[in-house]
């Protein structure tokens, strides 16, 4: 029996240690992947991309601006200057290409939603409105005493009634 318990205790310490060889290495990339996951399967991009259309993405330029200047602001690289794939970026420069990849990010994200990629993730169809009319039986039509009377051809109906 003790021979059993210890190699349950081996089992279970190999098995944590392969859980941390394998999350380590992901774990500075879980911020990207809920990026991306955010805008593939929690935006509704058919309704985003009509508001972007009308005249929303002028606010979101003007977010991404905002952004990159308290970005810039808050957080200017030490030197002055930030090395990046090759080449010497001043602060403000840098924290604008880091805005202009997420949003690239996010519209490829959109465009495979609305390729149908995530068809399999997502039901976009819209829900039934309330306005359309169910002749069920689920309307009073001016029969029930308590209820105000509803034009419907039947105001004649309602008086009769009170």
């Known amino acids: ?13 190999g098995l944590s240690a392969l859980v ?8 500075p990339w879980l911020p990207l992947a809920a990026w991306v ?14 508001v972007l259309a009308k005249g929303g993405w002028i606010g979101m330029v003007l977010l991404g601006a905002v952004i990159v200047l308290v970005w810039g602001t808050l957080a200017p ?10 080449l010497k970026l001043s602060n403000y420069v840098e924290k604008t290409v880091y805005v202009s990849a997420l949003a690239s990010i996010m519209f490829l994200a959109g465009s495979v939603q ?11 169809s819209e ?19 308590h209820a105000a009377p509803t034009d ?5 109906v309602a008086l009769a009634h009170h």
Not at 114 to 124: A, F, H, I, R
Not at 152 to 156: P, S
């Open 1 to 13: 029996m003790q021979e059993l318990l210890q190699a349950l205790t081996l089992l279970g310490s």
């Open 20 to 27: 941390v060889a394998i999350v380590k290495p992901l774990l």
């Open 37 to 50: 996951g955010f805008w593939m399967l929690g935006v509704n991009w058919v309704k985003f991309r009509a």
């Open 77 to 86: 690289p030490v030197g002055g200057t930030t090395l990046l794939f090759g």
């Open 114 to 124: 609305l390729s149908g990629g995530c068809g399999c993730c997502l039901d976009l």
């Open 127 to 145: 829900p039934p409105s309330g306005d359309e009319h169910d002749d069920h039986g689920h309307e009073s039509h001016g029969h029930d005493p």
């Open 152 to 156: 419907h051809g039947h105001a004649a």
